[in-house]
């Protein structure tokens, strides 16, 4: 259970994968919005990503953005290894679970889609 | 693009919504956003966006706040800095921890004994049920005789007695009687004296512990005419070989044969460790009558038996028997635990202690307390700056309450590492006689008490660093005003109750030293320096029927002790002052034609005619007894005698009713202490040593240089004299008589040790806040001076400071004092527990090393250059 990481977190940690290096918390936002289409509050991003902190999937620090990007203080992230193979964990979960079930799943989501059309 | 940032008031609500420690991030984040979509989207629903996002933000922020995960690194995180504040201000971080050091470690030292004397269960199966059952001789419980009156609560038991109570009573599983006797055993090939018990069948079924190897004494030993049989302890099988086969074999009690049939298991001991063996009741106490008291009574309760419920029993039990039985005693019956019977006088002591040494540690955590508010004060713009930056209060009392746990861990830690140090001699320190001493250890129970009162003291700091965080509006903080914070009424409130305190402990060692002086200045009457004692046995061979041999044995080991060169003189003496037993006996006037023991009682002590000299025993009147032992009638008494018994009447030549025969006084001696210094002096005759029976008893020896030098010379004399005398006990009279006081000793010096830690500590905690008071008005005091005030008016100024906290300190101290010390009042000798000088001198002292402790702030007052003082803002 230990490494067991939300749905939410994983969100994170892969778009913590995706910007790379010392991404801030409004990017990882901007980032989970734009492929999920999902509204994502900027305290929820910061408090899960304190929890991962706390779990020590990930690091933080405090920086000075430069003035260019407004000057104001952000908070930046970093994966740790134990943070990447958690994910990799999730993920493996995830791909046993699906494995042959594409065309049922396609079935019984044409099942769901004929359903509501008539 | 301009970039217009959202709506004033939006922001506002945004603000009050979000706390804690990301919500920058998060209105910043917020912001940004509003910026970006605004382009595309309109201020409206931009707007709307921002205060949906900002509360979703406030829910997700809030459901979190307890997450373990979250909070544990955040305490890690306080922690971490506390430690770094710690490093940077070594000072403090030095005076905090060995304060606390010293009242945890103190605490630990004592709960230590208290745990091994009076909580550490006792080695037998559910040791709770057993119970120590006594008579209470109501004629001796109003006795003007303090050594009668403590006997009279634990007066012994008869053997018929006992067998009534087994009869009537249903409060026990069992019931058992025992005797202690040191008794001279021939083992294989050893012959000394060991501590026998002898005791009933029942007693396995009492103590709930069977012999490892062999058996119990069985039902057909338990009784009159019952084979001789005995259970020894491991250690004295040890002592045989440690073989299987000394079971059957036979052992010589004084002489008499015994069978060997079991072993206790290793580990096992009662009544303590001193004992090794156990065999059956002998006759001649089956058969004694109901006045003949001479046994302990112990009991298993029934289960689910309360120990009320036996007294209450019991009590009813004892009226029947007396109202049943014309030759019972009036008695009742006291029913006591175990554990408090083993502990006795010393669990009193004890409690004692363990009160005055968690006084100790309030007055420390105090000190360590004001200390921390010191610190909040001086960080009080840091905390107002977290405080404006969105650290809710609950987070700012936090920190607080890990930085004073902070200390409490490492004060707790440095005080056990220093009991631990200390151990060694801390156990030899204590009384030679504290029942359970092998019980005192340091094990993981002494550890999670420093841990409890560790936690106890950060809670207590954290109590006070919230309390001072509630007083204040944060915002004035940032104001830069240090006059805020001077007359801290926490802190002011904490040196007052550490005077007190002080007061209350200075007030008991006082009392207690005094009555320990008093009584160490009490003469003995005895000259105890240069005298040596020694305990002898005859051979057991001639122990019974050989009285000739008897006189042979004192004639022969008398001549050689006083052919030893150093030694001046040499008298035996039955029962040793200070040696723990004394007899005593009724006698009658001859010439008043009183029935011959019903004049009065006394003391009693067989001597020998030399021993007024040798103890050093002045001689008021007359002179001592001759040494005729065939036919001596002569008594001497002491002065006490004489004022009771015989107030009107030249005592020499009065003739007494002794034992039964006729005796004259020729005699008075001087009185002196028997039991220990300070008990109240008794009536006694010395009569002549009964040499035709006199099988064991000790000498005394007036030795001209150091008695140490004699110690061996006795022992091989003694036993050249008669092979086979046994020789114990060998000590100096000086050393017995100390021995006595032991408890007073130990019990005042730790006293005096914990009111003089508490006092120091408290003359700290004044000095802190006074100076602390001095720095802060420093311009004020510049500017008094500068505008003609002299030095004595600004002294005065800090005096009244300090003596604001001083005089109610002292007032409650006092107070305090009246109330607690009457507790101490068994333990007082000839002094009152409110003595007024006492507690005047305590006041005195108190007050003296207040005024030391405000002189060098009054004195910084005094100095300060007006012009430094007013140029520093």
Redesign the interface.
């Known amino acids: 259970m230990r490494n067991h990481l939300g749905e939410f977190e994983k969100l994170l940690l892969f778009a913590l994968l995706a910007d790379g290096e010392d991404a801030d918390?409004?990017t990882l936002?901007q980032h989970i919005e734009l492929r999920t289409g999902r509204?994502v509050?900027?305290?929820?991003?910061?408090?899960?990503m304190?929890?991962l902190?706390?779990?020590g999937f990930v690091t933080s620090e405090v920086v000075n953005a430069p003035p260019e990007l407004?000057g104001?203080?952000?908070?930046r992230y970093r994966l740790r290894p134990e943070g990447a193979l958690a994910l990799d964990h999730a993920v493996r979960e995830m791909e046993s679970m699906a494995r042959g079930l594409d065309d049922a799943l396609s079935s019984a989501v044409e099942d769901a889609l004929g359903g509501s059309d008539r | 693009m301009s970039a217009a940032p959202p709506p004033r008031w939006a922001r506002a609500i945004a603000r009050r919504f979000l706390h804690g420690a990301n919500s920058e991030f998060v209105l910043g984040d917020l912001a940004d956003d509003y910026v970006q979509r605004r382009a595309s989207y309109g201020a409206l629903r931009s707007c709307a966006r921002y205060l949906r996002l900002a509360a979703a933000s406030r829910r997700a922020m809030r459901s979190d706040r307890w997450n373990p995960a979250v909070l544990s690194g955040a305490l890690f995180a306080d922690a971490r800095f506390a430690v770094r504040g710690l490093r940077k201000d070594p000072g403090f971080a030095a005076a905090a921890i060995i304060t606390l050091a010293l009242g945890i470690g103190a605490n630990a030292a004592i709960f230590s004994v208290v745990r091994g004397v009076l909580l550490a269960p006792l080695p037998y199966p559910e040791p709770e049920r057993i119970v120590n059952v006594w008579q209470v001789f109501r004629e001796w419980q109003e006795s003007d005789n303090a050594s009668f009156r403590a006997m009279a609560e634990r007066f012994p038991v008869s053997w018929p007695v006992y067998q009534e109570w087994r009869e009537r009573s249903r409060s026990f599983d069992s019931i058992a009687v025992y005797g202690e006797y040191p008794t001279i055993v021939d083992g294989i090939d050893i012959a000394e004296w060991v501590n026998v018990v002898s005791t009933t069948r029942s007693f396995v079924d009492v103590v709930g512990i069977e012999p490892a190897l062999g058996r119990w004494f069985n039902e057909e030993e338990d009784q009159i005419g019952g084979e001789r049989v005995v259970v020894v302890s491991h250690r004295y099988w040890q002592k045989l070989g440690g073989d299987d086969t000394v079971l059957g074999t036979s052992l010589r009690l004084h002489g008499d044969p015994f069978t060997i049939i079991g072993v206790m298991p290793a580990g096992f001991y009662f009544p303590d460790r001193t004992h090794d063996m156990w065999y059956p009741v002998p006759d001649g106490r089956r058969n004694q009558r109901f006045g003949n008291q001479s046994m302990s009574a112990i009991g298993r309760l029934a289960p689910g038996v309360a120990l009320a419920d036996a007294q209450r029993e019991m009590t009813s039990v004892a009226d029947q028997i007396i109202e049943d039985i014309p030759d019972a005693i009036d008695a009742g019956v006291r029913v006591v635990s175990r554990v408090d019977e083993i502990a006795g006088s010393t669990a009193n002591t004890l409690r004692l202690l363990a009160a005055a040494v968690g006084l100790v540690l309030l007055v420390a955590a105090a000190n360590v307390a004001g200390l921390l508010l010191v610190r909040a004060t001086s960080r009080h713009q840091e905390l107002a700056l977290r405080a404006a930056l969105g650290a809710r209060r609950g987070r700012l009392i936090a920190q607080l309450m890990v930085e004073g746990t902070v200390l409490a861990v490492m004060g707790g830690i440095a005080g056990l590492a220093a009991v631990q140090a200390a151990f060694g001699w801390l156990r030899a320190s204590l009384p030679p006689d504290t029942p359970r001493l092998d019980d005192v250890v340091m094990n993981w129970q002494v550890g999670v008490f420093v841990a409890t009162i560790s936690l106890l003291v950060a809670l207590l700091f954290g109590v006070v660093s919230a309390a001072q965080l509630r007083d204040r509006d944060p915002a004035r903080g940032l104001q830069q005003d240090d006059r805020v914070v001077v007359g801290s009424r926490g802190r002011s409130l904490l040196v007052i109750g550490e005077i007190a305190v002080s007061v209350v402990l200075l007030a008991s060692a006082a009392l207690l030293g005094s009555s320990y002086m008093r009584m160490m200045s009490v003469n003995s009457g005895i000259r105890t320096d240069g005298l040596l004692s020694v305990h002898v046995a005859a051979p057991v061979d001639i122990w019974h029927d050989s009285p000739a041999e008897l006189r042979t044995f004192y004639t022969e080991t008398s001549r050689q002790l006083r052919s030893l060169p150093g030694v001046a003189g040499v008298s035996a003496v039955s029962s040793l002052p200070f040696g723990g037993s004394q007899s005593s006996g009724s006698f009658g006037f001859v010439e008043d034609a009183t029935a011959p023991e019903d004049a009065g009682w006394s003391l009693e002590q067989g001597v020998s005619g030399s021993y007024f000299a040798v103890m050093g025993i002045p001689l008021v009147a007359g002179r001592t007894l001759v040494d005729d032992y065939d036919s001596s009638a002569e008594l001497v008494v002491n002065e006490r005698f004489v004022e009771r018994h015989l107030p009107d009447r030249n005592p020499l030549g009065a003739i007494i009713w002794d034992n039964g025969t006729p005796h004259t006084i020729v005699g008075v001696a001087a009185d002196v202490v028997h039991g220990q210094l300070g008990e109240e002096i008794e009536p006694k005759r010395y009569r002549l040593f009964e040499r035709d029976t006199g099988a064991s008893f000790s000498y005394v020896l007036r030795t001209d240089g150091d008695p140490r030098t004699l110690v061996a010379a006795v022992a091989e004399q003694l036993r050249a004299a008669v092979p086979g005398t046994t020789a114990s006990r060998i000590a100096m009279m000086t050393n017995l008589m100390s021995r006595t006081t032991a408890l007073p000793r130990f019990r005042t010096l730790l006293l005096a040790g914990l009111a003089l830690l508490a006092i120091v500590l408290s003359a700290i905690g004044l000095y802190g806040v006074v100076a602390f008071a001095v720095a802060a008005r420093r311009r004020e005091f510049g500017l008094r001076m500068t505008l003609g005030a002299d030095g004595f008016q600004v002294a005065g100024l800090v005096l009244r400071d300090g003596l604001r906290l001083t005089l109610p300190g002292i007032g409650l101290g006092v107070l305090g004092s009246v109330v607690t010390t009457t507790w101490l009042s068994s333990y007082l000798y000839e002094i009152g527990p409110r003595d007024p000088v006492t507690l005047g001198l305590v006041t005195l002292v108190v007050a003296l090393l207040a005024l030391t402790a405000m002189a060098l702030p009054a004195w910084r007052a005094v100095r300060v250059d007006p012009m430094v003082a007013l140029r520093a803002d």
């Open positions: 918390g409004a936002r509204v509050a900027p305290g929820a991003v910061y408090t899960a304190d929890r902190r706390g779990r407004g104001r203080r952000q908070k």
